[in-house]
């Protein structure tokens, strides 16, 4: 290998185009803080536009990052794995690699629930995502796991299922006819405007129809009706949901203490319902669902 790396070919030849409303990925992110406090931490999450989404964790919270990353960067976005079928399965599989201890899929390996003392947060990350490429339902999956990032490559030390592909290069998302309504709000205007999880729109009253999980640890986020046909999916002939799994961390949930659950929390200010945790040891399931429009480039 020729040791001067020719950068601009790398990237020119990689940069892979993927369809607007096609694309469900969960990167991971590593931070060059010069801060030794953050620098190597790492940040897992879900996206349907990688390059939109690096912009807003490295400018910060008011821009749609996540408040987990802001200020704790730069962050460099080093891998992201694509080719889920629907963001739902995407952030099933987030949830999972940001929660390995809990995850009922991974919980039989008990060697993924911490990082090993010398191990660094990306080999720890990368050690959980290795295993889970072998764990069902995800190796059924026709996955590719991309390098974003040249530094960081390298080889998987489990074989991963055929279907997979080990690719590297950067990913780009192809505009649409279909403009958002919220792409079109300055970033300044547009408030925390929390989106659906299950159908990605605006939840337009969150007061009266948002509804999230009773897990403290999940963030999900969705209308009420969403969350209902989607209990309902598994009781065909009902109407209204007894309860079923939560579509991200798998907890059993009941209708009846859903609602009640969303009563108290509608009793209290919202920076109260979600506090910040220290990075890298609290859950978060931050996702690009609930952030911000897209900035005018
Ligand atoms: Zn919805
Ligand atoms: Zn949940």
Same mark, same amino acid.
Not at 55 to 62: A, K, M, V, Y
Not at 149 to 163: C, I, Q, S
């Given at each position: ?13 990689a940069?892979t ?62 891998m992201i794995?694509h ?61 590719s796991v991309r390098w974003l ?15 997979m592909e080990i690719v590297s290069g950067?990913v ?61 999916? +598994? *009781?065909?002939?009902?109407?209204? &949901? ?6 991200? !961390?798998?907890?059993? @949930? $009941? ?20 506090? +910040? *945790?220290?990075?890298?040891?609290? &859950? ?6 609930? !952030?911000?429009?897209? @900035? $005018?480039?």
């Open positions: 290998m020729n040791s001067y790396a020719p950068q601009d070919a790398i990237s020119e030849q940069e185009v993927a369809h607007k409303g096609h694309f469900y990925g969960v990167y991971l992110l590593c931070s060059q803080s010069l801060d030794s406090r953050y620098r190597g931490k790492c940040y897992v999450g879900f996206t349907v536009n990688p390059k939109r989404r690096i912009r807003q964790h490295n400018l910060g919270c008011d821009f749609g990052g996540a408040r987990k990353t802001s200020r704790k960067g730069p962050w460099q976005m080093v794995v080719g889920f079928p629907n963001n739902i399965v995407a952030l099933q599989f987030e949830w999972a690699w940001q929660q390995p201890a809990l995850s009922t899929r991974l919980k039989i390996y008990p060697e993924l629930k911490r990082k090993l003392p010398r191990e660094t947060y990306f080999d720890y990350n990368f050690r959980i995502l290795s295993r889970m490429l072998g764990v069902g339902p995800w190796n059924r999956l026709p996955l990032e040249t530094d960081y490559e390298r080889a998987f030390n489990v074989p991963l299922p055929n279907h950067k780009s998302i192809s505009a649409s006819q279909r403009k958002r309504a919220d792409d079109t709000v300055a970033p300044a205007a547009a408030a925390w405007a929390a989106e659906c999880h299950l159908c990605m729109q605006p939840i337009k009253q969150p007061e009266r129809s948002r509804l999230g999980c009773t897990n403290p640890t999940c963030r999900l986020t969705s209308h009420m009706l969403c969350l209902a046909n989607y209990l309902l999916s +598994d *009781e065909p002939g009902h109407y209204i &949901p007894i309860g079923g799994e939560c579509p991200l !961390c798998e907890t059993r @949930l $009941s209708w009846a203490a859903l609602l009640q659950h969303k009563r108290l929390l509608s009793g209290v200010p919202e920076e109260l319902q979600d506090q +910040d *945790e220290d990075l890298s040891d609290g &859950p978060d399931v931050d996702s690009d669902v609930e !952030c911000m429009p897209e @900035l $005018s480039d």
